[in-house]
Nanobody
Framework: QVQLVESGGGLVQAGGSLRLSCGAP????????MGWYRQAPGKQRELVAN???????NYADSVKGRFTISRDVAKSTVYLQMDNLQPEDTAVYYC?????????????WGRGTQVTVSS
């Protein structure tokens, strides 16, 4: 397991923005796929976005055009910029680090950060 440290959640009104950050150990950051998942009450955890070491990005349809994932190798940190937030984005957001060359690996998880969007 890899220790991931998340920050940046909070309460925001609909239409507002937040930026989530997730720090990972420097020795693994350069090769892992980093991702953000979220879990709303009563729902399954779902992928929001991920970014490979090649910088290839993948987004859930529900956040395309509103959220942007990026990574800073020098800081071994992955970011999730969330714009035009909506109440349905309310959830606990989890950072994930996964080794893409290991078939079927779920990866390591952060403890989660709460994002609440009021209408």
């Amino acid at each position: 397991q890899v220790q991931l440290v998340e920050s940046g959640g909070g309460l925001v009104q609909a239409g507002g923005s937040l930026r989530l950050s997730c720090g990972a150990p420097r020795n693994i950051f350069g090769t892992t796929t980093m991702g953000w998942y979220r879990q709303a009450p009563g729902k399954q955890r779902e992928l929001v976005a991920n970014i490979a070491s090649t910088l290839r990005r993948n987004y859930a349809d529900s956040v395309k055009g509103r959220f942007t994932i990026s990574r800073d190798v020098a800081k071994s940190t992955v970011y999730l910029q969330m714009d035009n937030l909506q109440p349905e984005d309310t959830a606990v957001y989890y950072c994930n680090a996964r080794r893409p060359w290991v078939a079927g690996e779920v990866g390591s998880w952060g403890r989660g950060t709460q994002v609440t969007v009021s209408s």
